[in-house]
């Protein structure tokens, strides 16, 4: 068996669902399993119609016509015949929405958000379905929510891995291909759940865990696993090859690479993960594996921007030791503060943080009741695996550089915006 997984990127318009087709006739037409995200932007665009629904109905029914009208688009162009039955099944499930609105009655957002937003893989899998069927595919549609089973936490699902292993062998067709929808569940009460943004990499995960699968593919507008941020850095390096282990430690220094999340089921049952680019298929990307060794070997950059680095001094020239430590931790734990990194003296304390809550001024003055506390913004964190003489000169080059932490095989250096 194997899975393969499309971003909202790859299918954002009808050029991409064509070359979806084109990626599948290059494969085997049976056990196989693809699993799709809403179709570029949508995920955002169902966010603010529930933002209209609670705080602005005004705009409501334009937010919903807004998505309609993109999808409408891209069956137009992919349908010549205008009596194909998806233009009736989009205007239905637009019509469902509606009148799920009209009746709903739960002040709960998260639960109107997961019935809501969950829409936008329902129609991306059913056009990719319809398309594929046109063109001689054979295929079977599954809906998520009739195999993955999770809890009631809406916006972010625990999964029920054993109910969930047993539905997705129930309703599988090995002799063609299957497709369901990335990111969307369902509960004990079969209302609709959500994995958290971006989770269609993770239900394919649980999908290739289900099923003992060969591989996981997951289709990117990017070439692979790159050691650093393109956005970023000049000419970085496609990594071949690279470990579980190591795509963890990359995404959790700030890699957006693959999400731990998703590693985990395949890690547990030996399933090697390849990411691809999309529109260059035949090129080889990166296979995440077992054990391997980082290949090739080159220095991995990840940047974290807009920190903030605190010293904390004690007031009474007494040591910051493990009572107050224990205590600023406590602090910023109960403030979702995270830390990238701490170092500290006798009487004094650096923590390099991020504020994702805007609850650093609460924190600053929890802290002041014990601590001489200074702040410094716009603080910007690199983290080196595996670097040289080299990877350090290519960041030191304009920047005052605040403080660094250096292991055998990771640097991390504090710099001070420009
Ligand atoms: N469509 C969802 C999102 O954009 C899930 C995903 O694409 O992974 O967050
Ligand atoms: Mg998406």
Known sequence: MEVNKFGGASIRDSSGVKNLLSILKTKKKEKLFIVVSAMGKTTNNFEKVVQNYFDNQK????????????????????????????????????????????????????????????????????????????????????????????????????????ETNQKISEKIDLKMVNITQGFIASDDNNFTTTLGREGSDYSAAIIAYGLNAKSLTIWKDVPGVLNADPKLFENPVLLKDISYGETIELAFYGASVIHPKTLQPLQKKEIPLYVKPFLNPNSQGTKITRGVDINPKV????????????????????????????????????????????????????????????????????????????????????????????????????????????????????????
């Not at 807004?66 to 205007?91: A, G, M, T, V, W």
């Open 299 to 418: 220095p991995c950059y990840i940047v974290k921007k807009n920190l903030f680095l605190l010293r904390l001094s004690s007031l009474d020239f007494s040591f910051i030791v493990e009572e107050n430590i224990s205590e600023i931790f406590k602090e910023l734990h109960q403030n979702k503060i995270k830390v990238d990194l701490t170092q500290n003296s006798a009487i004094s304390m650096y923590l390099c943080i991020e504020d994702k809550y805007s609850k650093l001024d609460n924190l600053i003055s929890k802290l002041k009741a014990k601590f001489k506390v200074k702040c410094i913004e716009n603080i910007e964190l690199y983290t080196i695996r595996h670097f040289d003489k080299n990877s350090i000169k290519k960041i030191l080059g304009n920047y005052d550089l605040i403080l660094q932490q250096r292991t055998n095989e990771v640097l991390k250096l504090v710099i001070k915006q420009a």
């Open 59 to 162: 705009d409501l029914d334009y937010s919903l016509k807004f998505i309609y009208d993109y999808h409408y688009q891209i069956i137009n162009e992919l349908f010549e015949n205008s009596r194909h039955k998806i233009f009736e099944d989009l205007k239905l499930i637009f019509k469902a929405i509606k009148d799920f609105l009209m009746k709903n009655k739960s002040p709960n957002f998260s639960f109107v958000y997961d019935q809501v937003v969950s829409n936008g893989e329902l129609i991306s899998s059913k056009i990719i379905y319809e398309y594929l069927n046109e063109n001689g595919i054979l295929i079977n549609w599954i809906d998520a929510r009739e195999i993955i089973k999770t809890d009631s936490k809406h916006r972010g699902a625990k999964v029920k891995w054993d």
